[in-house]
């Protein structure tokens, strides 16, 4: 798989997925946006990418929760291309606990506001750039908290409401920017388990039958639906749990 000469932008990059994600993308050529809460965190991300593999990454901070966050990232990649070819909604708060008292109200806003506001106000803000690439693509990785009947998961309902919006946004997404050539991709990941393409077992991690979900499976699916020829429009990645 081939990324070479295209622009790719990573929200919540500053660790775990993310972070693999814009990791991999440099890897194979790509340009990367990454941004996290944190523009330190970025700015550590974005080294660790050149020392890798001498990627070109522009780091920015985004609270995907505050909507001028997200518009001065949007702002800022605006000022440093023309276009955006890949964009891959992965920042998103994750709330632990089965009980409505298991949070307070500032974390359910938060949570709620960073995942299903701020991925749209991250697609409306960042739209021009893709509508100025020749092949764009949309990236969302959601969750199979966002599936129906989907009660395995021990997260917060807040997490369930938030992606529950995130999914049926991406659903209508699809269907109105696909006249365009825009695709819209979502993945509906179970829990997974992380890890570094930094270390050396990275490339090395037991994927059998009777193995848990790897970050290396979920980011292939990724890799594998973006590298389509343009008439493939793969809508969703759904998952089977053990």
Known sequence: MDLTGRTVAVTGAGRGFGRALALQAGRLGARVFVSARSLTTARKVAAEMAADSGAQADAFAC?????????????????????????????????????????????????????ATGTLLMVKHVLPLLRASVGADLVNLVSSAAEPRDHRS?????????????????????????????????????????????????????????????????????????????????????????
């Open 63 to 115: 609270d995907l929760a505050d909507p001028a966050s997200v518009r001065a990232f949007a702002d800022g990649m605006a000022a440093r291309t023309d276009r955006v070819d890949v964009l891959i909604n992965n920042g998103a708060r994750y709330l632990d606990g089965p009980d409505l008292w298991d949070a307070d109200d500032d974390a359910i806003t938060d949570t709620i506001a960073s995942g």
């Open 154 to 242: 021990r997260a917060h309902p807040a997490f369930y409401a938030a992606k529950a919006a995130q999914a049926g946004f991406a659903d209508v997404l699809s269907h109105r920017l696909r006249p365009e050539g825009i695709r819209v991709i979502s993945l509906y990941p179970p829990d997974f388990v992380d890890g570094d393409p930094l270390d050396p077992g990275w490339d090395h991690a037991s994927r059998t039958t009777s193995d848990p979900l790897t970050a290396q499976s979920v980011l292939d699916c990724v890799l594998f639906a973006i590298n389509q020829p343009r008439d493939c429009f793969i809508r969703s990645f759904h998952f089977e749990q053990l």
